[in-house]
C-alpha cells in the first residue's frame, strides 16, 4: 500500500497539511485514535467505541480493513466479485476504494465513516434518537439492501448494526458486502468471537445448514434486518434483555423456540413499540410459516 499514508497517531499532525486535516476530521469522529503504526482492529474494550485502521488515499480519507491472509490468488472467480463491487454504487452503500493484494499486507479500502457504526449510535445512551431519525435510519437500510438484492451481488450475507456504517452527513451506508472469496480462509485470531456475534443476527435455517452460503440468502437478509430493527427501536442489543449467553441463544433460535416466544410475547423482549412497527419485525421473523418476505414487503 505504498499509495497509502497510514495515520497512526495525533502526534503525527506535524507531518504535513493533509495529515493535519485528516487527523481533525479524525478527531472529532467517535473513534479513538490508534496508537501504533501497525493495523489496528476491531477492539472489544469498549462497547462505544471501535478501533479501525485509516489512512489517506488521493487526498481523502479511507478505512483499512486488514485481511488475514498472507496472500491472495486473483482467480477469475475474485476478479468478478472486485468488478462487482466496484460497479456498486449507492449513497447507502459505503463506497470502495479498492484492494491490496501484496504478500503479507492484504487488505480492503472504503470510504470513512466518520460517526462509526449504527452499533456505536444506539449504544450511546447520551444520544436522543427521534422518530425521524430512527425512520431515516431504517429506510436507508432498506434502500440499500433493495439496491443490494437486485444487483448482481445479489445478497449481503453479514448484515448487523456494526456493519451499517454513519457519514458525516449521518446517513447510513451498508458496508462489508460482497468480496465472499477474497475474505475467506482468513486466519483472525478473532475469528470464534467474531462468528458468535455473526450468528446473533443469522436466520435458523442459515444456522441449521452445516455449510451456509458465504453470501448468505436473501430471505436470510430480510431476517437479519429484523434483528436490527428491533435493536434500532429496542436500543437493547439484537436480543434485548433475554437471560442467555451469545451461543445460547444461537442454539435456541437455531430450533425455533425463540422465534415462537418473539411471536407470542407483544413486548419483544421488553420494548414497547408502536403497532407498525412490531408489524413489520414480526415479518422479518416470520419463520415459523418460511414465508420469503422481501424488503418491497417491508
Same mark, same amino acid.
Given at each position: 500500500?505504498?499509495?497509502?499514508?497510514?495515520?497512526?497517531? !495525533?502526534?503525527?499532525?506535524?507531518?504535513?497539511?493533509?495529515?493535519?486535516? *485528516?487527523?481533525?476530521?479524525?478527531?472529532?469522529?467517535?473513534?479513538?485514535?490508534?496508537?501504533?503504526?501497525?493495523?489496528?482492529?476491531?477492539?472489544? $474494550?469498549?462497547?462505544?467505541?471501535?478501533?479501525?485502521?485509516?489512512?489517506?488515499?488521493?487526498?481523502?480519507?479511507?478505512? &483499512?480493513?486488514?485481511?488475514?491472509?498472507?496472500?491472495?490468488d486473483l482467480t477469475r472467480s475474485i476478479r468478478k466479485e472486485l468488478k462487482q463491487i466496484r460497479e456498486a454504487?449507492?449513497?447507502?452503500?459505503?463506497?470502495? &476504494?479498492?484492494?491490496?493484494?501484496?504478500?503479507?499486507?492484504?487488505?480492503?479500502?472504503?470510504?470513512?465513516?466518520?460517526?462509526?457504526?449504527? !452499533?456505536?449510535?444506539?449504544?450511546?445512551?447520551?444520544?436522543?434518537?427521534?422518530?425521524?431519525?430512527?425512520?431515516?435510519?431504517?429506510?436507508?437500510?432498506?434502500?440499500? *439492501?433493495?439496491?443490494?438484492?437486485?444487483?448482481? &451481488?445479489?445478497?449481503?450475507?453479514?448484515?448487523?448494526?456494526?456493519?451499517?456504517?454513519?457519514?458525516?452527513?449521518?446517513?447510513? $451506508?451498508?458496508? +462489508?458486502?460482497?468480496?465472499? !472469496?477474497?475474505?475467506?480462509?482468513?486466519? +483472525?485470531?478473532?475469528?470464534?468471537?467474531?462468528?458468535?456475534?455473526? *450468528?446473533?443476527?443469522?436466520?435458523?435455517?442459515?444456522?441449521?445448514?452445516?455449510?451456509?452460503?458465504?453470501?448468505?440468502?436473501?430471505?436470510?437478509?430480510?431476517?437479519?434486518?429484523?434483528?436490527?430493527?428491533? !435493536? &434500532?427501536?429496542?436500543?437493547?442489543?439484537?436480543?434485548?434483555?433475554?437471560?442467555?449467553?451469545?451461543?445460547?441463544?444461537?442454539?435456541?433460535?437455531?430450533?425455533?423456540?425463540?422465534?415462537?416466544?418473539?411471536? $407470542?410475547?407483544?413486548?419483544?423482549?421488553?420494548?414497547?413499540?408502536?403497532?407498525?412497527?412490531?408489524?413489520?419485525?414480526?415479518?422479518?421473523?416470520?419463520?415459523?410459516?418460511?414465508?420469503?418476505?422481501?424488503?418491497?414487503?417491508?
Amino acid at each position: 500500500m505504498k499509495d497509502v499514508i497510514l495515520i497512526s497517531t !495525533e502526534t503525527n499532525t506535524e507531518r504535513n497539511t493533509c495529515n493535519k486535516n *485528516m487527523i481533525r476530521v479524525y478527531r472529532n469522529s467517535i473513534f479513538q485514535a490508534p496508537t501504533s503504526n501497525s493495523v489496528v482492529e476491531v477492539s472489544d $474494550q469498549s462497547p462505544r467505541r471501535a478501533y479501525t485502521a485509516i489512512g489517506v488515499y488521493k487526498g481523502n480519507i479511507v478505512a &483499512i480493513r486488514h485481511i488475514y491472509k498472507r496472500s491472495v490468488d486473483l482467480t477469475r472467480s475474485i476478479r468478478k466479485e472486485l468488478k462487482q463491487i466496484r460497479e456498486a454504487r449507492h449513497e447507502n452503500l459505503i463506497p470502495f &476504494i479498492g484492494a491490496c493484494v501484496d504478500n503479507g499486507n492484504v487488505a480492503i479500502l472504503t470510504a470513512y465513516s466518520a460517526r462509526g457504526s449504527l !452499533e456505536d449510535i444506539l449504544q450511546n445512551k447520551d444520544l436522543h434518537l427521534d422518530n425521524m431519525f430512527v425512520s431515516s435510519l431504517v429506510t436507508d437500510i432498506l434502500k440499500g *439492501m433493495i439496491y443490494l438484492h437486485d444487483s448482481e &451481488i445479489i445478497s449481503h450475507g453479514n448484515l448487523k448494526s456494526s456493519n451499517c456504517l454513519i457519514d458525516s452527513r449521518w446517513v447510513l $451506508q451498508i458496508s +462489508d458486502f460482497g468480496l465472499h !472469496e477474497f475474505k475467506a480462509n482468513q486466519d +483472525d485470531p478473532n475469528w470464534k468471537i467474531k462468528e458468535v456475534k455473526r *450468528m446473533l443476527y443469522r436466520a435458523p435455517e442459515l444456522l441449521r445448514d452445516p455449510s451456509p452460503p458465504s453470501r448468505g440468502t436473501q430471505k436470510g437478509d430480510v431476517y437479519s434486518f429484523g434483528i436490527v430493527l428491533y !435493536e &434500532i427501536l429496542g436500543r437493547k442489543g439484537p436480543w434485548g434483555n433475554i437471560d442467555l449467553e451469545p451461543e445460547g441463544t444461537c442454539s435456541t433460535v437455531r430450533s425455533l423456540r425463540l422465534i415462537q416466544w418473539r411471536f $407470542q410475547d407483544f413486548s419483544l423482549g421488553g420494548v414497547k413499540w408502536k403497532v407498525n412497527s412490531q408489524c413489520d419485525v414480526l415479518k422479518c421473523y416470520d419463520q415459523l410459516t418460511l414465508k420469503a418476505w422481501t424488503y418491497a414487503d417491508i
